[in-house]
C-alpha cells in the first residue's frame, strides 16, 4: 500500500508574512508590479484576505513598507557620534536591503515606528550631549536616503536592461563613510 505524505498545513497569515512577500515582490519585480492580487497569490490566498490585516488595504500595504524600512533602532552608544554612526549603518544597509521601496521611503511621512524610531533618534543624540539634536537627525537621515537612492541609481538596479545589478559597491561604502564622518565634524561645530 502506497502511503501519501501528509498534507502539511497552510502556514497562518500575518501582517509580517505579508510585508515580507510584498517586500520580495516590489525588490525583484518593482514597485509598480506589486498588487494585491500578485501579493494573494505569492502568500497562496485570496487578495481579500490580506485586508484582514490590512483594512485599509494597498494604503496601509504602503505605508507599512515604508515603516518597514525606515523604523531603525540602535543601542544608545558612549557618545552620541558613535550612536549616529550605528543608526546611520544600519539605516543605510536596511534601505540597500530593499530598493524595491526607496521610494515610498522617500515620500512617505514618517508614521507609527518610523515616527517612534526618529523620536528615540532624537533622544540619544540629546542624551549624549549634542545640542540641536532634532535639526542633525533630520540632516542625517537625508544624507542617508540620499546616499542610498545614489547608489541604487548607480547600481542598475531599475534598468531592464541590466541582468544583475550590483548590491555592493566598495567604493560607496568609503565614499558613505567619508560623507558621514564630514556630516558629523560638521554637526559638532
Known amino acids: 500500500m502506497i502511503t501519501m505524505p501528509a498534507k502539511r498545513p497552510p502556514v497562518p497569515l500575518s501582517r509580517e508574512r505579508i510585508i515580507e512577500a510584498a517586500l ?23 487578495a481579500m484576505a490580506i485586508y484582514h490585516h490590512l483594512p ?4 496601509a500595504l504602503m ?10 533602532h540602535v543601542e544608545q552608544a558612549a557618545t552620541w557620534q558613535e ?15 530593499h530598493p524595491g521601496v526607496l ?4 515620500t512617505k511621512p514618517p508614521k507609527g515606528s518610523t515616527a517612534l524610531a526618529i523620536k528615540e533618534q532624537v533622544e540619544q543624540l540629546a542624551d549624549g550631549g549634542l545640542a540641536d539634536a532634532a535639526d542633525a537627525v533630520r540632516a542625517l537621515r537625508a544624507y542617508v536616503f540620499g546616499s542610498v537612492a545614489v547608489e541604487v541609481q548607480q547600481s542598475g538596479w531599475a534598468d531592464p536592461e541590466v541582468d544583475e545589478w550590483v548590491r555592493r559597491d566598495e567604493r560607496a561604502d568609503v565614499d558613505f563613510e567619508r560623507g558621514l564622518e564630514a556630516l558629523l565634524k560638521g554637526l559638532q561645530t
Open 24 to 46: 520580495h515582490i516590489a525588490d525583484s519585480q518593482g514597485l509598480r508590479r506589486l498588487t494585491m492580487r500578485r501579493l494573494g497569490d505569492a502568500l497562496e490566498v485570496e
Open 56 to 59: 485599509r488595504g494597498k494604503e
Open 63 to 72: 505605508d507599512a513598507l515604508a515603516e518597514h524600512v525606515t523604523a531603525v
Open 83 to 97: 550612536t549616529a554612526r550605528a543608526w546611520c549603518r544600519a539605516g543605510r544597509e536596511l534601505l540597500r536591503d
Open 103 to 106: 521610494a515610498l521611503a522617500l
